[in-house]
Every structure is written in structure tokens, then in C-alpha cells.
């Protein structure tokens, strides 16, 4: 019943900015955490952000002072602003969801590419 669907990917050049969006859609009673997390080919899959319920947000080193999460309740919607990208962040990203009396979903994620 609970689904979510990330948007917003694409190809960007380096020093460029994309801004994705996750919606959670179904029995959602309650959001508590929201996060990013990428997979780039042969490597594991990495937290990029966190963002709790009440704000309070995590980063990656690699994303500290680059990416900003947010969150808006009312929609049931997270947003990761991604500026000054570089090549090295060309990953599919995911959006995970820890939802109260529900458990933790993905999204099917969305391929951000940044050229050189």
C-alpha cells in the first residue's frame, strides 16, 4: 500500500544543481524518518541525508555543505537540493522512508548523472 516515488534526476553538468523530490503515497500514519541514499555501479549503497520527523537532519561527509534535505508533512514530501555536483555523485538515488506501524520503504529511485 505504502509506495514512493523519487523525481527529479537527470543529467547535469559538474558544479551544476538538480533538486529531487520523494512522495509517499498510501497508509502512511506516520513519517518519522526520511532519507536519500545512492548506489553508484559496482559500489554499495550509501546514506546521502536523513531528515526526522521533527527536522533535524544527518549528511554524508561528501554531502555536507553541498546537499540540503528537507521535508514538507503536509505533502508527505521529502526534497534533496543538490548544488555544486560533481562526477562522483553520479548514482541512482533511493528514498527511504521509516513509517510508524508500517516499516521501511524504497522508492525505485532516480539516475542523477553529472558530467566532467
Known amino acids: 500500500q505504502v509506495q514512493l516515488v523519487e523525481s527529479g534526476g537527470g543529467l547535469v553538468q559538474a558544479g551544476g544543481s538538480l533538486r529531487l523530490s520523494c512522495v509517499v503515497s498510501?497508509?502512511?500514519?506516520?513519517?518519522?524518518?526520511m532519507g536519500w541514499y545512492r548506489q553508484a555501479p559496482g559500489k554499495q549503497r550509501e546514506s546521502v541525508a536523513t531528515i526526522g520527523s521533527g527536522g533535524t537532519t544527518a549528511y554524508a561527509d561528501s554531502a555536507k555543505g553541498r546537499f540540503t534535505i528537507s521535508r514538507d508533512n503536509a505533502k508527505n514530501t521529502a526534497y534533496l537540493q543538490m548544488n555544486s555536483l560533481k562526477p562522483e555523485d553520479t548514482a541512482v538515488y533511493y528514498c527511504?522512508?521509516?513509517?510508524?506501524?508500517?516499516?521501511?520503504?524504497w522508492g525505485q529511485g532516480t539516475q542523477v548523472t553529472v558530467s566532467s
Open positions: 527511504n522512508a521509516l513509517i510508524t506501524y508500517a516499516g521501511t520503504y
Open positions: 498510501g497508509n502512511a500514519f506516520s513519517i518519522r524518518t
